[in-house]
């Protein structure tokens, strides 16, 4: 490349965030143009630098990755967007390239895959890992069934969205707030999400939503380089 990539990096984990900046000043090749803890942040870095791509978390405080990455592709859609989550790629791989990611990579990935991976985005390509890529290729010639890890899969993002919020100990009326809705919009989302999870009342909703967001939480509890993460 005849000039260096300049990399956005939108990361609420202060440590995830000092690690991969510094695995990127590793490449010649990459720059760090800013880092921004939480979306709100990160779409005014876009508005302010000229970036190539953005190295994108999916769990932020003030909204869900896979909403960022369709604002971010709607306000700037030359930039390509590589999502470096926690989250299994079998759950939210799909979801993120359907909504304009170019690429999925998980935070246990070794900082080699990391640099591989934005090399490849940036490049114009598409990076999934190699088992992902096969288990969709077996699934769409039929000759496996698609791999249905969690009740979560039948959700719409939105609804992810909302019961990621209800599991962090918000109401309704703050969810709504949260994601500019009606309360109104935000209860047709729980009754959606009930009946998709077979939850048969809202104290089933809460306690399952609490319980799936304390799992997340525990398994970001050890992140903190991008070779452990």
Not at 91 to 120: C, D, F, N, W
Request: glycine content about 8%; hydrophobic content about 35%.
């Amino acid at each position: 490349m005849s000039t260096t990539t300049k990399i956005v990096v939108i990361e609420d984990h202060d440590m995830m965030r000092f690690g991969l900046t510094q695995l990127i000043r590793t490449d010649s090749a990459l720059t760090v143009a800013g880092t921004a803890g939480n979306g709100m942040q990160g779409l005014g870095l876009l508005r302010q630098n000229t970036t190539d791509l953005v190295l994108l978390d999916l769990t932020l405080p003030d909204c869900h990755g896979l909403s960022l990455i369709r604002q971010i592709k709607q306000r700037f859609s030359k930039i390509r967007i590589l999502v470096l989550s926690m989250h299994d790629e079998f759950r939210y791989a799909e979801r993120a390239l359907a909504a304009g990611a170019s690429g999925y990579i998980t935070k246990t990935s070794s900082p080699e895959k990391v640099l591989e991976a934005i090399h490849k985005v940036v490049s114009g390509g598409i990076y999934v890992s190699e088992e992902f890529k096969e288990r969709m290729l077996e699934s769409s010639n039929g000759t496996r069934c698609r791999p249905s890890q969690s009740p979560l899969e039948l959700l719409s993002n939105r609804e992810l969205e909302v019961l990621r919020l209800i599991g962090s100990g918000l109401g309704s009326s703050e969810v709504a707030m949260q994601l500019q809705r009606s309360i109104k919009t935000v209860e047709a989302h729980r009754e959606n999400i009930k009946r998709k999870l077979s939850l048969r009342n809202s104290t089933e909703l809460v306690r399952y939503a609490v319980c799936w967001y304390e799992e997340e939480l525990g398994a970001m509890s050890g992140i903190g380089q991008p070779t452990t993460a």
